[in-house]
């Protein structure tokens, strides 16, 4: 428990303090309007007592004195209950009083109109007085006067001798008040789970620090998708504004796929999607109806050694494919010669040899990089393994280009390649032999990459979308998604430059690299 106590306690504190000063308004409320009931009804009564005494003949006649006039003043005061019934003469000096040191002094009248022949109601010293003048026998002149009153009552004795007992309706307001409060204080105790101020405080700090201090990024949604946290690594990994917080996801600058995925529309365990140059996997767990949290993970560098290893798996699938081919021609050689046939032998071994040497030197004399013509050379056995056919675009033509550019030549024509055997091995007809035709054009501030094959083509509906979520040829005959054709876009848009796919007879993707 903290120094300042319990939040349960500081709670019912502050109701108390809330219902005792909702109290006092009140206690101050019913004393006065009790003051005002009691002269009220009080100064009607001490008026009429006045009145009554003053109508008394005894009082008007002038030869009685004090002792003659005690009698009907104290008689009046008995039986109405006022306090005091005081018979003056016209000098204002006291003839009867129920107080004997009050005789033969001066009547304070105050601001009474009881002089000039009119009866008066007021407050004096603290009483509530009826002033009541006596007039002689014509009637025009006040010979003596007659002040009837009750003392007011304190505070305290207000309340009490209020006709709605006040003070026992303040009691019992203040037992509901109370125990209102103490429950409140209970059910405010039971929604923070039993936590302390200090305990809720410190909770929110664990959280600040290890949302900003994991490596993964941490995304929290409510049910209209705006963002209502974002730690650090999600606004790097996204690349979110400062203002991201409080916002909807339809109006961050995201591509389609990612707003898909914060969203809820796509689902799916380990999404992949691409930002910035950089490889996210993302997951988005719903909680119930008050949203969702969406974790993010870079995976840029595994993703690197993931096409590291591709690229050696291409390589030795291009080995194995020459291979198997090497043993076939040696098995078809052996067998010829055991036959004897020996023109034969020549023939095939010609054939072979004009046909490779054929594709080498095309691929020589039209492109001048090495690593592009190796690639090319290499990508003939492998179609060949699989049935494709593989040639260039009669003009294509390419000189030797920059590393950098070199690099990106191979990664989009080795995946476009693989894309379109991919598609045409899943499309066979008849033993129908598929083709596929490469070309690469040297332009002034670009090279121009077009590979086309013999396929079924690309649906025009997902003619956009397979860049965007990253599918391959293979992947999309599956339902599945991959990388190659995001890799490719990635690769061209880095550079400044673009790809597009359309259909006539078959796909037709075209890149577009600037130097």
Same mark, same amino acid.
Request: aromatic content about 4%.
């Given at each position: 428990?903290?120094?300042?106590?319990?939040?349960?306690?500081?709670?019912?504190?502050?109701?108390? =303090?809330?219902?005792?000063?909702?109290?006092?308004?009140?206690?101050?409320?019913?004393?006065?309007?009790?003051?005002?009931?009691?002269?009220?009804?009080?100064?009607?009564?001490?008026?009429?007592?006045?009145?009554?005494?003053?109508?008394?003949?005894?009082?008007?006649?002038?030869?009685?004195?004090?002792?003659?006039?005690?009698?009907?003043?104290?008689?009046?005061?008995?039986?109405?209950?006022?306090?005091?019934?005081?018979?003056?003469?016209?000098?204002?000096?006291?003839?009867?009083?129920?107080?004997?040191?009050?005789?033969?002094?001066?009547?304070?009248?105050?601001?009474?109109? =009881?002089?000039?022949?009119?009866?008066?109601?007021?407050?004096?010293?603290?009483?509530?007085?009826?002033?009541?003048?006596?007039?002689?026998?014509?009637?025009?002149?006040?010979?003596?006067?007659?002040?009837?009153?009750?003392?007011?009552?304190?505070?305290?004795?207000?309340?009490?001798?209020?006709?709605?007992?006040?003070?026992?309706?303040?009691?019992?307001?203040?037992?509901?008040?109370?125990?209102?409060?103490?429950?409140?204080?209970?059910?405010?105790?039971?929604?923070?789970?039993?936590? /302390?101020?200090?305990?809720?405080?410190?909770?929110?700090?664990?959280?600040?620090?290890?949302?900003?201090?994991?490596?993964?990024?941490?995304?929290?949604?409510?049910?209209?998708?705006?963002?209502?946290?974002?730690?650090?690594?999600?606004?790097?990994?996204?690349?979110?504004?400062?203002?991201?917080?409080?916002?909807?996801?339809?109006?961050?600058?995201?591509?389609?796929?990612?707003?898909?995925?914060?969203?809820?529309?796509?689902?799916?365990?380990?999404?992949?999607?691409?930002?910035?140059?950089?490889?996210?996997?993302?997951?988005?767990?719903?909680?119930? =109806?008050?949203?969702?949290?969406?974790?993010?993970?870079?995976?840029?560098?595994?993703?690197?050694?993931?096409?590291?290893?591709?690229?050696?798996?291409?390589?030795?699938?291009?080995?194995?494919?020459?291979?198997?081919?090497?043993?076939?021609?040696?098995?078809?050689?052996?067998?010829?010669?055991?036959?004897?046939?020996?023109?034969?032998?020549?023939?095939? =071994?010609?054939?072979?040899?004009?046909?490779?040497?054929?594709?080498?030197?095309?691929?020589?004399?039209?492109?001048?990089?090495?690593?592009?013509?190796?690639?090319?050379?290499?990508?003939?056995?492998?179609?060949?393994?699989?049935?494709?056919?593989?040639?260039?675009?009669?003009?294509?033509?390419?000189?030797?280009?920059?590393?950098?550019?070199?690099?990106?030549?191979?990664?989009?024509?080795?995946?476009?390649?693989?894309?379109?055997?991919?598609?045409?091995?899943?499309?066979?007809?008849?033993?129908?032999?598929?083709?596929?035709?490469?070309?690469?054009?040297? /332009?002034?501030?670009?090279?121009?990459?077009?590979?086309?094959?013999?396929?079924?083509?690309?649906?025009?509906?997902?003619?956009?979308?397979?860049?965007?979520?990253?599918?391959?040829?293979?992947?999309?005959?599956?339902?599945?998604?991959?990388?190659?054709?995001?890799?490719?876009?990635?690769?061209?848009?880095?550079?400044?430059?673009?790809?597009?796919?359309?259909?006539?007879?078959?796909?037709?993707?075209?890149?577009?690299?600037?130097?």
């Amino acid at each position: 428990m903290g120094a300042r106590g319990s939040l349960a306690r500081q709670l019912l504190v502050w109701q108390l =303090v809330v219902v005792t000063c909702l109290l006092c308004a009140v206690g101050v409320l019913a004393v006065t309007q009790a003051g005002n009931n009691f002269r009220t009804t009080e100064g009607r009564r001490a008026l009429s007592v006045a009145e009554s005494v003053a109508a008394q003949g005894i009082v008007g006649d002038l030869e009685n004195g004090p002792f003659e006039l005690n009698a009907p003043a104290e008689t009046a005061r008995s039986f109405s209950g006022v306090d005091f019934v005081v018979i003056a003469g016209a000098d204002r000096y006291v003839l009867a009083s129920p107080y004997p040191d009050q005789l033969r002094t001066l009547l304070d009248i105050g601001d009474s109109t =009881v002089l000039s022949g009119r009866s008066w109601v007021g407050e004096l010293d603290g009483s509530i007085v009826a002033h009541v003048p006596v007039l002689d026998e014509k009637g025009g002149k006040v010979v003596r006067m007659v002040a009837a009153g009750s003392k007011s009552p304190g505070f305290f004795a207000g309340v009490l001798d209020s006709p709605d007992n006040a003070l026992r309706v303040l009691g019992v307001a203040l037992v509901i008040g109370v125990s209102g409060s103490l429950l409140l204080a209970r059910r405010v105790k039971n929604q923070t789970l039993g936590l /302390e101020p200090h305990e809720i405080t410190a909770l929110v700090e664990n959280r600040e620090a290890l949302l900003h201090g994991i490596k993964e990024g941490v995304v929290g949604l409510d049910p209209q998708h705006r963002i209502t946290l974002v730690n650090d690594q999600a606004r790097e990994l996204l690349a979110l504004p400062e203002d991201a917080v409080g916002r909807s996801v339809e109006d961050l600058d995201l591509n389609e796929r990612i707003r898909d995925l914060l969203t809820g529309r796509a689902t799916g365990a380990d999404q992949i999607v691409l930002r910035q140059g950089k490889v996210l996997t993302l997951n988005r767990m719903p909680i119930d =109806v008050r949203g969702a949290v969406v974790t993010l993970r870079d995976r840029t560098d595994l993703m690197t050694l993931r096409d590291e290893l591709d690229a050696s798996r291409h390589a030795t699938d291009t080995l194995r494919a020459q291979a198997h081919e090497f043993s076939n021609r040696l098995h078809t050689i052996s067998g010829l010669l055991e036959l004897g046939e020996y023109e034969e032998v020549r023939g095939y =071994v010609s054939r072979i040899s004009s046909a490779q040497g054929e594709w080498r030197a095309e691929v020589g004399s039209r492109v001048g990089d090495p690593a592009v013509a190796a690639l090319l050379i290499a990508k003939a056995s492998l179609a060949a393994e699989r049935g494709v056919g593989l040639r260039m675009a009669p003009d294509s033509e390419l000189d030797r280009v920059e590393d950098a550019l070199s690099t990106d030549l191979v990664t989009v024509l080795g995946n476009l390649v693989d894309n379109a055997l991919d598609a045409l091995s899943l499309n066979k007809q008849g033993g129908e032999q598929g083709w596929i035709e490469v070309g690469v054009w040297q /332009e002034e501030d670009e090279v121009r990459v077009e590979v086309r094959d013999s396929g079924p083509g690309v649906a025009p509906e997902i003619a956009e979308e397979v860049f965007e979520h990253g599918f391959t040829t293979k992947a999309a005959a599956h339902g599945q998604r991959g990388l190659g054709l995001a890799l490719i876009r990635q690769a061209c848009v880095r550079r400044g430059g673009s790809v597009e796919v359309h259909n006539s007879g078959g796909a037709v993707f075209t890149a577009r690299l600037p130097r």
